[in-house]
């Protein structure tokens, strides 16, 4: 019994280990997804929001193994006091430039920057979808697989 204990838990720890970091910083964001060449999944989201999008997609395997593969990840909580209020002035301005009118929501964009300058493509928005992480997915690879 330890050892299949044992056998699971280094089964899980690996696959996690092998999961992306969401990352809250958008200069190592753009940085990553420039290098990488890579679209960024930017997830905004604030305290008292619906967990929807954490528990029933974020949060599943199908979603890790699609991510590491596709995207780099980026979560941006509005609501975040310990993030100084330029940094949250410059998050709420990319909400509303990305025309992201209700939270949680993600939406999809490459990065580039070209002679210190920054510049976006905004490839679309994935709303939340019951049913799971498998047609929520699928629709994130239509708007990457035109």
């Not at 999961?19 to 679209?39: E, F, G, L, Y």
């Not at 991510?67 to 940094?87: G, M, P, W, Y």
């Not at 493509?121 to 708007?143: F, R, S």
Request: proline content about 4%; hydrophobic content about 45%.
């Amino acid at each position: 019994m330890t050892q299949k204990l044992l056998i699971l838990l280094f089964f899980l720890g690996s696959f996690f280990l092998h999961s992306q970091v969401w990352k809250t910083d958008m200069n190592d964001a753009i940085m990553a997804s420039d290098t990488q060449k890579r679209p960024l999944l930017i997830y905004f989201t604030a305290a008292g929001v619906s967990q929807k999008f954490q528990s029933e997609i974020f949060g599943t395997p199908d979603f890790v193994v699609w991510s590491r593969d596709n995207v780099i990840l980026v979560k941006l909580d509005l609501s975040d006091a310990n993030v100084s209020d330029t940094v949250k002035d410059q998050n709420v301005k990319l909400k509303n430039a990305l025309g992201i009118d209700e939270l949680p929501q993600a939406c999809l964009l490459m990065a580039s920057v070209r002679k210190g300058k920054t510049t976006f493509n905004n490839l679309g928005i994935v709303p939340y979808k019951p049913g799971g992480a498998k047609g929520w997915i699928n629709d994130a690879n239509l708007i990457l697989n035109p």
